[in-house]
Nanobody, 114 residues
Framework: EVRLVESGGGLVQPGGSLRLSCLTS????????MNWVRQAPGKGLEWVSE????????TYVEFVKGRFTTFRDNAKNTMYLQMDDLKPDDTAVYYC???????WGQGTQVTVSS
């Protein structure tokens, strides 16, 4: 059974940082590109970032460039999203998903508020 489990969300003040984790099982993690996707309250899904299978290449949506960093540890079957300088507009449920968005986690809530 394929499983993706996000963790690390929470409440943080503007300008603060959080690190999300996506622990995976049930498939060969090191073979897959991985994505972070978010959904803000009342809005649709927004793709945030992608990382290739060996972690050497990453891409980001414009509004997180310079603030968010995606990386992975293939030995731990885990992907991460380091989020710095968080803004209220970053408030959303954050999901990890495999390449081509075939499998998804359940999401973790990030709330940025003073």
């Amino acid at each position: 059974e394929v499983r993706l489990v996000e963790s690390g969300g929470g409440l943080v003040q503007p300008g603060g940082s959080l690190r999300l984790s996506c622990l995976t099982s049930g498939f060969t993690f090191s073979d897959y590109y991985m994505n972070w996707v978010r959904q803000a309250p009342g809005k649709g899904l927004e793709w945030v970032s992608e990382i290739n299978s060996d972690g050497e290449e990453t891409t980001y949506v414009e509004f997180v460039k310079g603030r968010f960093t995606t990386f992975r540890d293939n030995a731990k079957n885990t992907m991460y999203l380091q989020m710095d300088d968080l803004k209220p507009d970053d408030t959303a449920v954050y999901y990890c998903a495999t390449g081509a968005m075939k499998f998804w986690g359940q999401g973790t809530q990030v709330t940025v508020s003073s």
